[in-house]
């Protein structure tokens, strides 16, 4: 039997498992469309929402897909129980990518929030210069503290509603070295970032470690409880074994 594998991605780990995949499948990649020139990949990819359950039920139902990976950003809630629930009402198999949070190591000034509107609150009264990597599109709560400087680097447009906001247009990857240039040539007080894990975005943490600022560390809402893995091995690891 043909495996048609659905792959719900718009991370590393999804390119990974994309350029990983042995002979014998028939892979659909899914975006969101929030980034606007996404990098290629060598699978047929289709972009936007399938509204909501009932629309990833129908696609899953109308492509004949058998297996779905959810291989999605730790902060990408709303796919993940969407993909649960399509995959329960269907009977596909579903596996998760979840990749492991970061956890504080000696040197870490962390201050973690709960959420965004916590890690707004941990900024405090004091106005300072706040290097924000929360994602673009969250931006916008940072309004409620207008007494503070804020610093976003992004290659799509950002929210300009919050004042005080010098957006500053680069692509990453950004290496440690180049983390510890930026905070210090920005006067950077404090750096806010979600625990996204993984290391490709980890050089900002070790960076502000180096240089003894604080990081307001947001914590992951929870996910549905589905058969996962840490990594795209793993998932191959598991594919080879449907
Ligand atoms: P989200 O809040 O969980 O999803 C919102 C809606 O966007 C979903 O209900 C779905 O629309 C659509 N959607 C999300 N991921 C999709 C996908 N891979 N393919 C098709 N539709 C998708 O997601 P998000 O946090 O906005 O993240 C959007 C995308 O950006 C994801 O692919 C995620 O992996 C990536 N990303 C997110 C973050 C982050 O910090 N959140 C960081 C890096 C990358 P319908 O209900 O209409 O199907």
């Not at 499948?25 to 969101?32: G, K, N, Q, R, Y």
């Not at 297996?67 to 796919?79: L, N, Q």
């Not at 000034?109 to 673009?136: H, I, K, Q, Y």
């Not at 058969?227 to 191959?236: E, H, K, M, R, T």
């Amino acid at each position: 039997m043909v495996k048609r594998l659905l792959i719900l991605g718009g991370t590393g780990e999804a390119s990974a498992l994309v350029r990983g995949l042995p002979p014998g499948f028939e892979p659909t990649l899914s975006l969101a469309g929030r980034t606007m020139a996404p990098k290629a990949e060598p699978v047929p990819t289709r972009i936007g929402g399938f509204g909501g359950v009932d629309g990833l039920t129908d696609w899953i139902e109308r492509n004949r897909i058998t297996h779905v990976i959810d291989a999605t950003h730790p902060f990408a809630a709303r796919i993940a129980a969407n993909a649960a629930g399509a995959c329960a009402r269907t009977g596909t198999a579903l596996l998760a990518i979840r990749r492991p949070a970061w956890g504080p190591v000696p040197g870490d000034r962390w201050r973690e929030a709960a959420d965004m509107a916590a890690a707004v609150n941990a900024l405090g009264a004091v106005p300072c210069r706040v290097f924000l990597t929360v994602g673009r599109q969250e931006v916008g709560v940072f309004a409620a503290a207008p007494q503070h400087d804020y610093f976003v680097r992004s290659i799509e447009p950002v929210d300009l509603a919050v004042p005080r906001l010098t957006a500053i247009s680069a692509r990453g990857p950004f290496a440690e070295a180049d983390e510890v240039a930026f905070l210090r040539d920005q006067g950077i007080d404090v750096l806010v970032s979600k625990n996204s894990g993984g290391a490709a975005t980890y050089g900002k943490i070790s960076a502000a470690r180096g240089l003894g600022l604080p990081v307001v560390m947001v914590a992951r809402q929870p996910k549905p409880d589905v058969p996962s893995v840490a990594d795209a091995a793993g998932a191959l690891a598991w594919l080879a074994t449907r």
